[in-house]
């Protein structure tokens, strides 16, 4: 089993940052790839940005690049989702995820059917 836990979460003024961390515990070994998605009310939830275990390459929506980073430090067993410029509509609940038992090639970190665990979420709210 795998356990995966979200901070950084909170309230923020439009045009603000936030940094999202994800810890990952238990049978982490061979972890393909980490990712974060969000969900909104009322909507689907929705790929964010994900990274491969080796950080060799990285993956971003349309709606969050040039302003969301996501990085990894495979030593602490840790990926964060660096979040500069934010708007309103970015206000959501943000989900980390990670592949584990079984590797995909690049796009199919943009589905959520191919994580493999889940954490709890943690709130984001954007204020105008």
């Known amino acids: 089993q795998v356990q995966l836990v979200e901070s950084g979460g909170g309230l923020v003024q439009a045009g603000g940052s936030l940094k999202l961390s994800c810890a990952a515990s238990?049978?982490?070994?061979?972890?393909?790839?980490g990712g974060w998605f969000r969900q909104a009310p009322g909507k689907e939830r929705e790929f964010v940005a994900a990274?491969?275990?080796?950080?060799?390459?990285?993956y971003n929506a349309d709606s969050v690049k040039g302003r969301f980073t996501i990085s990894r430090d495979n030593a602490k067993n840790t990926v964060y989702l660096q979040m500069n410029s934010l708007k309103p509509e970015d206000t959501a609940v943000y989900y980390c995820?990670?592949?584990?038992?079984?590797?995909?090639?690049?796009?199919?970190?943009?589905?959520?059917?191919?994580?493999?665990?889940w954490g709890q979420g943690t709130q984001v709210t954007v204020s105008s």
């Open positions: 238990g049978r982490t070994f061979g972890t393909c790839a």
């Open positions: 990274i491969t275990w080796s950080g060799r390459s990285t």
């Open positions: 995820a990670a592949v584990i038992l079984r590797c995909f090639s690049g796009t199919a970190y943009y589905d959520a059917a191919s994580y493999d665990y």
